[in-house]
DNA sequence: CAGAGTTTTGCAGGCGCATGCAATATGACG
DNA sequence: CGTCATATTGCATGCGCCTGCAAAACTCTG
């Protein structure tokens, strides 16, 4: 942290003393909006030009009780949705003015360590995404005196935290729709980690729509949220005695793995069953998969996080906000055209 | 950062007058190591849990001037195998009692936005992976006495910087005596991003191993490091005169491209062409493209990486070291088996 | 040019914790 | 019980910067 060998960094009081003005002059000048002349400002900033100055953010943080450095809570993040996430939240934080501090949470790391740790750290505020205890930590977090924004997650269990998620259950909807429109008629749902409220938004909305319509869910497993889970998923439904004749999985990769499982048994998709995945990661749009998917207004969901954290920053309310972002079918190739029309 | 509400967040005073003690004493409980009596320890501690106390970093960041934060800066995530080094990274970082700021330098963030901010955060360290200008980065923040390593990327541009990174070149070496024993001869190289070492080191291992071998490089190609650029470059070397009968790829993600990109012109691989990738990132094993490829030892990398790390924060020193982990090639499905015993 | 209003400036006192040093308490020993 | 070495303590100061307040320097009127 010091400088290395001998030099000592340079300090406010350097430049205060190269500028000819007081240490107090040298913090104005660096503060937007503070009351100094155009005159000082710039002595001020062409001797710290000189020495290479620049302030000490955590001197700063300690007299201004603000870090100005954001928590990023994220689960597994080997879900290839989440990297493009964790880069674009970052960015947009750093375009706010504000540093990412990153934690995974999964395996043997618990939320119980990552919240003191957040703590200690002053963070200003924390975007909570995709782990199992969000709300608890969320709870934590918030009476610590921090933002709490959850991402692409409910809030369910707790009374007082803001979140930012897409409209899982109209997305489930609209999937039963779809594959009602096209004739099929044995629907199954591939689930994604059982507790977690995103899969269970969008298999109620999905279950509940096709029930609606007279129907009723075929089949049901669990994918576990990852590739292999599709895939094994995928083989258990196919080795029914009814086997669906199309399948709707909580999330792309899962819907990816579950492709792979139904062609590894020699399926073809969409001829013998229908996929949908939910997402629209990079991936579905590759050739080999071309997987009809909800896509998730990602722009929207990091805007309207980041925005509404640096508001409860900022303004130092925490009044409890809850933004839904609209969804929509992309349609590629991996559901039937039209299996009554012919 | 501060407490929600009115009331102010505990500090060491209070607990040190609910204990009947010092402010002293509170900072010595709580600093491993240091001179306190076990009564005085537990009676602290008892105080703490009763008010809810966690000492504050920040100000113990501008005491000990050390932050215990590093700086982990990546540059475009969305190449799959970065989300497991950061998740890995972060989490080792975390062990060791570090925390993890994340920065990602692409599109029009750059390196001169990334270093002065570092700086000012006072990071006790960085470890920078993929990016254009990591050595001049890696300099500026050297130079500001941070510890620095590069994470699989050579420093042939700077003379103090230490790396950790895997033998590109042998790995180059064999894969070219991989493709040439099985008889293949026209081999072709699909580069990633022309300026990064990495692709410059396998490219030079392959080509020599080539040209050693009495053979030449039959076509080369720049990939991007994407799945698009090895689409793309996949299309471009089928449509030569006579195209190339085996691709060595920069990475995975180039290599998965380049295979659908020759499967959507009707090629079959390994059968019409033989492709090898970099990296063993999941993907490479999933049923579509069973990619045999050139195996990194991440935990390997990752430990040395945070070791070395580590150890010139801990030490204070800053002794350029360089270690090199071996890799090894996995063989899968994408190679044809042997073209001259038949 | 005096006086009121406005802008700039420096001073001094924090922010919460770490730590060298001197003072005190504890323990060992004869 | 006295003496000296050792283990604990508290005091005071410092880490680098921010900011309320009052003083100083300008600006503008009449």
Redesign the pocket.
Known sequence: MSEHGAT??T???DVADLAG?????V??A??PGA???K??RSRVMEAAEKLGYT??LV??S????RSGIVGLVMGDIRNPYYPEVIDALSRRLASSGFRTMLTTVWGDVTVDDVGPSLVQSKVDGVIIASIAEADRLGDTLFKAGAAVVLFNRSTLASESLSSVRCENVEGGRSVANFLLDRGLTRLAYIAGVEHIYTTQEREAGFVGRITERGHQLHARETGDYTYQGGFDAAQRLASLDVPPDSVFCANDITAIGAIDGFRALGLRVPDDISVVGFDDIELASWPPYRLTTVRQDKTALIENTVGMLVQQIRSGERTRQIKLVPVAIVERNSVVSNRVAG
Do not use: C, E, G, K
């Open positions: 000592r960094a300090t406010a009081q003005v007081s240490i107090s002059a913090s104005r660096f503060t009351s100094v002349s005159q000082t302030p000490n001197a700063r300690l007299a201004t009780q």
